[in-house]
């Protein structure tokens, strides 16, 4: 069983009616990045650089953080690299005193795009040693925590400036880094036509979107079962975000832990998702999955999972 799983590594992700279905790696150590090279990731779909900025006291300085971009860059050998920008705050603390302390709701509070924004230096820095990276290979950035278009048009306005300095500076740069954005605040979701021109592609963050859409804390397990992705509101956001992504030819991938577990498969392709980023511990499950399911029979049965009432309604369908 394990060795057949392990064949699976050099096969594509494609389902019983032969969809390519695009399989990237969630990664934020060395490790991850080899590990999703070698199960055949499609690219890294989400590199988290938190770890580069926890557990220490001074903040990593441009060359440093350049070092760790370029190296996930030449590790993936050709295939894309997704960097998101900082996501400190909330549940993500940090010792560099970046991060408000004591916030009376972290979790609504200055974090993501919003502390990068806040602190002066932090974001340009980041940017320039993500734009010298790409001088290494594909690479795209990602924002995280977005709520508005304002954001998004202030992050690309600092990217084009960064990008304008480097080459002036004699740096090789990629000619392109597309920008996109983390889809995981119910505002940026819902006012996704007025937010989608300012974009390049999209990455649906389920474990941040599922906590604000419901609002129940991701981290608190007094909530028990409450926190899941199995309701009709989910559902729907997601399945329009994918629509709208997909009518305007933008890339829209969903990175949370959902696009992980192999029996959530079936509900993701139904509302038409075909790029999934997930830890590589997985990957080579949900390789396995899709490749045994047939898009063209999910896709009709994708209006009864929206007619589903309740998470019992849900389940329901992902049993039938
Ligand atoms: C998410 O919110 O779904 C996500 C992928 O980001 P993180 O878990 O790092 O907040
Ligand atoms: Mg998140």
């Known amino acids: ?30 490790e991850d990045v080899a590990e999703a090279h070698a199960l ?7 590199y988290r650089t938190e770890f580069l900025f926890l557990q220490r006291h001074e ?18 050998t050709g295939r894309v690299v997704t960097i998101r920008t900082l996501d400190l705050g909330a549940d993500k603390a940090d010792k560099t005193g970046l991060a408000l302390r004591d916030e009376p709701n972290p979790a609504l509070g200055v974090r993501g ?20 990276a790409s001088g290494y290979g594909p690479l795209r950035v990602l924002v995280p925590m977005v709520s ?40 940026a979701a819902l006012a996704l036509p007025a937010f989608i021109g300012a974009v390049d592609f999209l990455s649906i963050g ?6 604000y859409l419901l609002a129940v804390d991701r981290n608190n397990e007094a909530l028990g079962d409450m926190y899941t992705p199995l309701h009709p509101a989910v559902l729907r956001v997601i399945r329009d975000v ?44 949900l390789r396995r999955a899709i490749r045994g399911l047939s898009l063209e029979r999910l896709r009709k049965r994708a209006p009864a999972l929206l007619r589903a009432r309740d998470r019992a309604g849900i389940e329901a369908w992902l049993r039938a």
């Open 148 to 187: 508005a278009t304002e954001e998004m048009r202030a992050v690309r306005t600092l990217l084009d400036k960064v990008a304008a300095d480097l080459r002036r500076e004699g740096h090789e740069i990629a000619e392109r880094v597309p920008l996109g954005a983390m889809i995981e605040v119910p505002a």
């Open 59 to 76: 903040l990593p300085d441009e060359d440093e953080q350049f070092r760790a971009y370029r190296d996930v860059v030449l590790g993936m």
């Open 113 to 132: 795009v919003r502390l990068s924004m806040a602190r002066d230096g932090l974001l340009e820095t980041q940017l320039r040693a993500i734009l010298r």
């Open 206 to 211: 389920t474990n941040d979107l599922v906590q």
């Open 242 to 285: 994918i629509k709208l992504a997909k009518a305007r030819g933008k890339p829209v991938a969903v990175c949370g832990e959902m696009a992980g577990d192999p029996a959530f498969a079936p509900l993701l392709l139904a509302l038409g998702l075909e790029e999934f980023s997930l830890h590589p511990a997985t990957l080579l499950e």
């Open 40 to 46: 055949g990731a499609a690219g890294v779909g989400l």
């Open 1 to 30: 069983e394990r060795k057949q799983l392990h064949r699976l590594r050099r096969e594509p992700t494609i389902t019983l009616d032969g969809v390519d279905i695009k399989l990237y790696a969630n990664a934020e150590s060395r």
